[in-house]
């Protein structure tokens, strides 16, 4: 049987009109009634690259068995001219996480995805050693199973401390081969938790993948890059998806 964390996770391409801007990666999220889909903010909109779509694509799966049979699904990211996605900021600035409410009752009802919800993230008091494994679910340069429409998982590991803001930003670092692409990428490990497992999805959510740290300045001949990744902390997606907070609005993270 296919192992439920690949339904969770979806490739997202960013249109403008007709005209096909950029791929990455993307997961849904459930809390209570609404579905969501997550992704990085810079998938979504980036003023310094005028990276400016104006709807996303996804990919579904029709049939959890037949895995060959998908659906393209388009969400507008703009109705009359307000922004649909919600962002937030917190002490260090721009949070890069963005979530877009799906309209789950317009999907077709043989629709097969899976969502995390706020049991999949951790505690305050979760214990993440340094050099923890951990698996980036994605689609690094929009590479995938393209008959059956499954994302590729990349092996990673906890590079920094867990629960510490690096450098004072909502993220910690990975250790992982990553790509272009990659970018809104469910960060997980895997969980023995029982309320886990009765939801068919034992992973736990540590973060969103939004891209490769380098060091700056570095001899570019003489030193290879880093090869370590931000990941912001999974928590947002508790402000994000709040039910006092508007589309296109930025409140306070934790």
């Avoid at 964390?5 to 997961?27: E, I, K, M, N």
């Avoid at 097969?112 to 050693?129: C, D, I, M, N, S």
């Avoid at 698996?135 to 590079?159: I, K, M, S, Y």
Wanted: charged share 20%; glycine share 8%; with cysteine.
């Amino acid at each position: 049987m296919t192992d439920a964390l690949l339904f969770a996770a979806v490739p997202v391409a960013t249109h403008l009109g007709p005209r096909l801007l950029t791929r990455a990666s993307g997961f849904f999220f459930r809390r209570e009634r609404c579905l969501w889909l997550v992704t990085c903010r810079h998938v979504v909109i980036d003023e310094a690259a005028a990276h400016h779509p104006d709807r996303l694509e996804l990919e579904l799966h029709l049939d959890a068995r037949n895995l060959t049979r998908s659906l393209r699904w388009s969400m507008p990211l703009y109705r009359d001219g307000r922004a649909l996605w919600r962002q937030a900021r917190d002490s260090g600035g721009e949070v890069d996480v963005a979530a877009l409410e799906v309209d789950a009752a317009a999907l077709p009802p043989e629709v097969q995805l899976r969502a995390f919800t706020p049991h999949h993230l951790p505690g305050p008091t979760a214990q993440v050693p340094i050099g923890s494994p951990l698996l980036v679910v994605g689609f690094p340069l929009g590479f995938h199973d393209t008959l059956h429409h499954l994302p590729v998982v990349r092996q990673a590991a906890v590079a920094s401390a867990f629960g510490v803001r690096f450098q004072g930003q909502g993220y910690f670092l990975t250790d992982a081969r990553t790509h272009r692409g990659t970018s809104g990428a469910a960060v997980v490990m895997p969980s023995d938790a029982p309320v886990l497992a009765a939801t068919g999805l034992p992973w736990r959510l540590l973060g969103v993948h939004a891209g490769r740290l380098d060091m700056l300045p570095r001899d570019e001949k003489e030193d290879e890059v880093l090869g370590l990744n931000c990941t912001w902390y999974a928590d947002v997606l508790m402000a994000l998806t709040a039910d006092a907070v508007p589309p296109g609005s930025a409140p306070a993270a934790a």
